[in-house]
């Protein structure tokens, strides 16, 4: 795979995707590491979801509420988190829009082939393969029984 962000990133030059319905992502990346500029309409929801990645993240501005496993924070502008790999998590925007950062460490390929599959004003032209359907996460997960693997 390319560096092809690698550098000084001049960020609206990345083209945006929308994963979920009023939320873009603009996602440069080098070969361990992924930036995400998250921008949440108000009242969009990132669904529960979980995978293999370590994700960090501050908000920019704006209020999130965040959901990192069984616990719900509201997160403002200045605030950090860390989501350990294979938890359970979710965001939603609350009270007007939000911007965040986020940071991915491997890099996430479901990322980098959606950032590369987008057209601008079209619909994804295909269904989730089965391992992103699998990145669903039951409500009844219990974390003490995840296996940690680094």
Known sequence: MQDRNTGFIDI????AFQPVP????????????????VKMEEGAVIPLHRHPHEQGGVVISG?????????TRLVSPG??????????HRAVAIDGPVVALDV??????DYVEL???YIPG???SREPDQEEADHDIPFNYNPSSRSEEH
């Not at 009023?22 to 500029?37: D, E, I, N, V």
């Not at 209020?63 to 616990?71: C, F, R, V």
């Open 104 to 109: 991915f460490s491997p890099i996430r390929e």
């Open 122 to 124: 079209q619909e994804m």
């Open 22 to 37: 009023g939320c873009s992502l603009r996602t440069p990346h080098g070969k361990q590491l992924m930036l995400s500029q």
């Open 79 to 88: 605030e950090l988190y860390l989501i350990p790999s294979n938890v359970p």
């Open 63 to 71: 209020k999130m509420e965040l959901q990192i496993g069984y616990q």
């Open 12 to 15: 609206d030059s990345i083209p």
């Open 115 to 117: 950032s590369n599959q």
